[in-house]
């Protein structure tokens, strides 16, 4: 155990879950999607084909994600220059957060009339049950791997000889850029329905 994490638990279980969570989520959900799976698909597409391909390919990426999620606990993670690990990881922390924060503003936004979202795609689909699947399954899901991964990071500069407070340092920025992110999606997201 690093000398900086003595004080506290270790935050070493958050990589394992970070890792558990990706790798769930993109067989689970996106490899039983791109195999045909319907279950939290809320109507039709246009071209049902080329979204099992995207699904797919999203899961290939959420795969790599989860490993990438080791390397924040695994001895081999040292072994890497530190920013190689934690730009990244604090990287996509930023996205996975933004990409449901921004849903929970635009989607009830929608709902309530304020704005009109475009959903391309959908040959048929079904607003409500999209949305419930969105804010109840999906986006937990990118805000639970945002908070798990961002935590793992931490963890990996405490065992990687940072200091606490270069830590928070850290952490305030990678909510700063969370916010930064969900803003400027949030406002493309509002113009592409103006």
Not at 125 to 154: I, K, S
Request: proline share 3%; with cysteine; glycine share 12%.
């Amino acid at each position: 155990m690093a000398v900086t994490e003595r004080r506290g638990r270790s935050l070493a279980w958050t990589g394992y879950a970070a890792f558990a969570w990706a790798v769930v989520y993109a067989v689970g959900v996106r490899g039983y999607q791109g195999f045909g799976g319907t279950l939290g698909i809320a109507g039709t597409f246009e071209d049902p084909a080329g979204m099992r391909r995207a699904s797919l390919i999203a899961g290939v990426g959420i795969l790599l994600v989860g490993i990438g999620a080791l390397a924040l606990v695994r001895p081999w993670g040292l072994r890497l220059p530190r920013w190689l690990v934690i730009v990244p990881a604090l990287t996509g922390s930023a996205y996975a957060a933004a990409h449901a924060l921004t849903a929970y503003v635009t989607k009830p936004l929608h709902a309530i009339g304020v704005v009109q979202l475009q959903f391309d795609g959908w040959a048929q689909r079904d607003e409500t049950a999209q949305f419930l699947w969105d804010l109840l399954f999906y986006e937990p899901w990118f805000l639970g791997l945002g908070v798990l991964t961002t935590l793992a990071t931490l963890h990996h500069h405490r065992r990687s000889g940072g200091s606490v407070r270069a830590g928070r340092r850290l952490m305030v920025l990678t909510a700063l850029a969370t916010l930064a992110l969900t803003a400027f999606s949030c406002t493309l997201v509002v113009a592409r329905s103006l």
